[in-house]
């Protein structure tokens, strides 16, 4: 598959000027959550973490309603983060159709938070 890309940013460590776009080539966007703020005007959406909350945020026309999105993390673990992607993408008319992360914690059943939305991991 071949995807057009773009960045949304999570929590604020560091700053960015604009999401990450590597290709322009495709119907599926690619997401990819780093621990970068955007700066200008973003969308946000809060979630809990094992301990405490946290954010994400994506700059208000990094996707055009109907867009269709793939989100990548490299942990999924309570799941917590990534409905929180697909919860900030859903808002602005967008369809997430898979998630994908390098590693799962099974025993945390962030899974099952993801409901039918499917999720592809390298190890679990
Ligand atoms: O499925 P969840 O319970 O939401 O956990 C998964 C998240 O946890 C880690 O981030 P963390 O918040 O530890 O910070 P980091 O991005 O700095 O690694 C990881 O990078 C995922 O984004
Ligand atoms: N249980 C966990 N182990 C390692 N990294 C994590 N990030 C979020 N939850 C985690």
Do not use: W
Request: net charge negative; glycine share 8%; charged share 25%.
């Amino acid at each position: 598959m071949v995807y057009d890309t773009a960045t949304v940013a999570k929590k604020s460590k560091y700053a960015s000027a604009q999401a990450h776009k590597f290709q322009d080539i495709n119907p599926v966007k690619i997401f990819i959550l780093s621990s970068l703020v955007q700066l200008g005007a973003v969308i946000s959406q809060e979630y809990s973490l094992e301990y405490g909350t946290d954010k994400i945020e994506m700059h208000v026309g990094a996707v055009q309603e109907g867009e269709r999105a793939l989100v990548i993390d490299d942990l999924i673990a309570t799941g917590g983060t990534l409905c929180a992607a697909i919860s900030l993408l859903e808002r602005v008319g967008v369809k997430v159709v898979e998630c994908a992360c390098v590693i799962e914690l099974p025993d945390l059943k962030g899974r099952d938070r993801l409901g039918d939305k499917p999720l592809f991991v390298l190890v679990s």
